[in-house]
């Protein structure tokens, strides 16, 4: 029995061998065919010269306008870096860096012992030439073919350049916090000097950072920073590059901050408009931010230069914007300019003060209600579509709507104006009642098609005059506002024409998008009242000698009880040839910071600045536009008879009056 059992055994064996040696054949071929494949796409041969390549923003002409990178093409070279910076880095990163060949297999043994002990991921074992090639060759996934990736292009870098040209690569790649890519923008930064100036606890500090840069940052945690800097003496220490002494030394140096010149290590040529450009390339084509900052795309825009300047040297000026009640923040403000006949961006600012990299873009990222801006999109248009004429009589007399009861600003009441009055003065109570004559969901229809988004708890005929629960940006109000200068068509607002990569391969470009807001009929009746606003009514301070400008001033009140005050101010303006949107206001209003001016003396000011400067090349072109001066006058001169009329009517009844007592004093007894 027992050699039979044994026998059975045998046979089990040897099935298990055969089993097992076929499993390890396919690991073979597998692997194999996975090396041969990774080893033909590990093409790391122009590495060097992509690390060195910028951005490049063009504008419409096709000229570079501004250029973005992560540090990368800013770097220094390793001659210039002192080798304890080096030694300092490698200690604490990767101590056998220059033992390996790319992949350090008793480091990844060591940390996967480590690991299993913790339970958790304790400690990596990714080399210095891993991590290289994780920041600037492949994409963020974490996937098994990244990691494939990762382990092949390690060794044919390490075959392909010398281990300082690696380290140099690195150092100038690398993120140190603080917005600081590269060694040489983290020696600014940090300390505000030149990396060959750096001490042994500086170098051992900014080391001490790689690890969790966001964490480790000394401006936010110096206790954690200088912790990691003392971990990363002892290291050196370790590993025999300092003595104990001076590690010891370099210890008891205190951490001594001092912020460089150059804290925005991202600030080209027009700010706001690259911020935008970066968002546009990746909410629009899904470039990531990390990719767009070191890949050497070639992104062409829509940007006009002139323009460009011609707002960013009004933004400059303090004197040209509107003062608040409080000295302590800045009023701020938004713009934006583009091309009603293609959508196209031209200008872009979004922002007074201090530019932040990829910060809070006014022009585009606002949630502000446009005030009465918002009248000729929601109710004007829709109601000439309907029918009526800028001729035509709507009421204003006080009343109410409901719960609601909107008031003229200057709270007078003629009982009737013509449409196109309502407009040019901005009056409250004609735009409210005409929104109810025809219908609240005609007014939301045109709102959708004008671009404007709105939420459920808008259907309410607070919209008239601009109540809204989320509220609009620049760019949007100027897209919607750009259907008026362009025949009643409006295009898709866009900065981005195409995006090529670093060899010239077009890997994204713009589709045109085109809505029909309303017909050319309506349009031209909308300009020869928009017109008359600018030229006659509230928006005087927006017309620009020479040109026709149309457009709508809004203003929103502090919604704080007891206080008399403007929180927004707006101003969207168009020739045949350019659309403007400016907004300003305070990014928090309270009882102690709002405007107390409307935007007749704000926004339209600015809006005027700009355009004069932004036109000044162009073309000046016409509407071709009823004038409604003739209207005006004709108007005027019926009130005025009318008041003539009343004049006498009331004289008439007084003399009646003062009969009827003669005869009373005078009947007989």
């Known amino acids: 029995m027992k050699h039979v059992a044994s026998g059975k055994m045998g046979v089990q064996m040897k099935g298990l061998l055969k089993i097992g040696l076929i499993i390890l054949s396919i690991i073979v071929v597998v692997g194999v065919g996975l090396f041969v494949y990774f080893k033909q796409t590990a093409d790391i041969s122009d ?370 104006v013509p449409m196109y009055e309502a407009v040019m003065n901005s009056l409250n109570v004609p735009t409210v009642w005409l929104l109810n004559e025809i219908g609240i969901d005609k007014g939301l229809d045109s709102l959708k098609r004008f671009g404007i988004p709105y939420e459920k708890n808008d259907r309410n005929l607070s919209i008239a005059l601009g109540g809204m629960e989320n509220g609009v940006s620049p760019l949007q109000m100027a897209g919607a506002f750009s259907a008026f200068a362009n025949e009643g068509k409006r295009y898709e607002a866009h900065a981005i024409i195409k995006i090529e990569d670093a060899d010239g391969k077009e890997i994204a470009a713009w589709k045109e998008k085109k809505t029909k807001v309303t017909s050319k009929g309506v349009v031209d009746k909308m300009n020869a009242m928009l017109l008359g606003t600018v030229k006659y009514g509230t928006a005087k301070n927006a017309a620009v000698p020479g040109y026709e400008v149309a457009g709508k001033t809004g203003s929103t009140q502090v919604p704080i009880e007891g206080i008399s005050g403007v929180k927004d101010q707006w101003f969207v303006g168009y020739t045949p040839n350019l659309v403007g949107a400016v907004w300003a206001g305070y990014d928090k209003t309270d009882k102690n910071h709002h405007l107390t001016t409307h935007s007749s003396q704000g926004s339209a000011i600015i809006f005027q600045k700009i355009m004069a400067q932004a036109v000044k090349n162009e073309t000046a072109e016409s509407f071709h536009a009823e004038d409604i001066g003739p209207l005006i006058a004709e108007q005027k001169e019926k009130e005025e008879e009318a008041e003539r009329k009343q004049y006498w009517i009331d004289k008439g009844n007084e003399i009646k009056e003062g009969l009827g007592k003669w005869k009373e004093w005078n009947m007989p007894w």
């Open 47 to 416: 590495l060097q010269d992509q690390l060195q390549q910028p951005t490049k923003i063009y504008d419409e002409d096709g000229n570079v306008a501004s250029t973005i990178t992560a540090n990368k093409s800013e770097g220094v070279a390793i001659e210039e870096i002192p080798d304890h910076v080096i030694q300092a880095v490698v200690s604490i990163e990767d101590h056998r860096f220059y033992e390996h060949h790319g992949i350090d297999y008793q480091a990844i043994t060591r940390a996967m012992v480590k690991n299993i002990k913790a339970k958790s991921v304790v400690e990596g074992g990714s080399t210095l030439t891993q991590q290289l090639v994780k920041i600037t060759m492949l994409e963020s996934d974490r996937t098994l073919k990244r990691k494939i990736e990762e382990f092949f292009i390690a060794q044919e870098m390490e075959s392909t350049y010398t281990k300082d040209e690696i380290l140099e690569m690195y150092v100038n790649q690398v993120y140190f916090g603080h917005g600081a890519w590269g060694l040489k923008k983290a020696a600014n930064i940090y300390f505000a000097k030149d990396v060959s100036e750096l001490t042994v606890a500086e170098g051992a500090l900014l080391a001490g950072v790689i690890n969790l840069p966001s964490k480790l940052d000394p401006y936010k945690n110096p206790d954690g920073a200088v912790k990691r800097r003392d971990l990363v003496l002892s290291r050196m220490t370790e590993h025999g590059y300092l003595t104990e002494k001076e590690a010891t030394s370099a210890k008891e140096e205190k951490l001594s901050l001092l912020l460089g010149e150059n804290t925005d290590p991202l600030k080209g040529k027009y700010p706001y408009y690259v911020d935008h450009v970066l968002t546009e390339a990746s909410s629009k084509y899904g470039l990531e931010l990390q990719e767009l900052l070191t890949r050497g795309y070639h992104i062409h825009t829509t940007l006009n230069q002139s323009m460009q300047q011609a707002a960013e040297s009004v933004y400059s000026n303090d004197g040209n914007f509107p003062t608040g009640t409080s000295d302590d923040k800045l009023v701020q403000s938004g713009t934006v300019l583009l091309h009603p006949k293609d959508g196209g961006i031209k200008a872009l600012v979004g922002g007074r003060g201090e530019h932040q990299f990829m910060g809070y873009n006014r022009a585009t990222q606002l949630k502000r209600s446009p005030g009465s801006s918002i009248k000729p999109l929601v109710v004007y248009t829709p109601a000439i579509a309907e029918g009526y004429e800028i001729t035509d009589s709507i009421k204003d007399e006080k009343m109410k709507f409901g719960n609601y009861e909107p008031t003229n600003l200057n709270g007078t009441y003629k009982g009737e």
